[in-house]
């Protein structure tokens, strides 16, 4: 389950060049970059950041909770061998109480639900939690449908302007892995 996780949580989106050897050296150095990021000891489940890459260039998308977050993981990543540029796109979600506070009840809510409390466990729970001016984004990876559904609900009870669930199944991160 772990690896699908640690894949998943960077909502893998590689670009698939033409050779065999190209998609090996990409897939290699997404599971390096997915690594060093769930890895960074600052990344939290207030966080999320996604990852692309093609020919040695890798993509950063996402957003997270502190400009040095930001700044942080593209240097982390630049480091790796292989990489040839690294292209940040991870936005900084702007400073708000009310989106702090928000954060840590709809992750209380989902962790101590009992159907979705597994996913809490480890020290990168797979449902990370993004709330940006009142709007709710759920990211990252479930085991199937039904779990995808339950967080669903659960975030339902809250006060948001809109919700957004992008979580995946284990089953649609191992599809995408292959379409590679």
Request: aromatic content about 6%; charged content about 20%.
């Amino acid at each position: 389950m772990s690896r699908w996780i640690l894949a998943a949580l960077l909502a893998v989106a590689l670009v698939a060049p033409a050779s065999a050897h190209a998609d090996d050296q990409n897939l290699q150095l997404f599971n390096a970059v997915s690594q060093t990021v769930q890895r960074y000891p600052y990344f939290t489940i207030f966080d999320s950041v996604h990852a692309g890459v093609a020919d040695g260039v890798v993509t950063l998308t996402g957003k997270v909770t502190m400009p040095f977050k930001a700044s942080d993981i593209e240097k982390r990543v630049a480091k790796l061998e292989g990489v040839r540029a690294v292209r940040s796109r991870i936005d900084v979600l702007p400073v708000s109480s009310f989106d702090d506070n928000l954060r840590l009840r709809i992750a209380r809510a989902i962790y101590a639900n009992s159907s979705l409390a597994q996913y809490g466990l480890g020290p990168n729970p797979s449902i990370h939690v993004i709330v940006e001016r009142g709007h709710l984004t759920l990211d990252g990876v479930v085991l199937n449908d039904m779990d995808r559904q339950i967080a669903r609900a659960v975030v339902g009870q809250f006060s948001t302007f809109s919700i957004t669930n992008n979580l995946k199944t284990e089953k649609e991160v191992k599809q995408d892995l292959e379409q590679l």
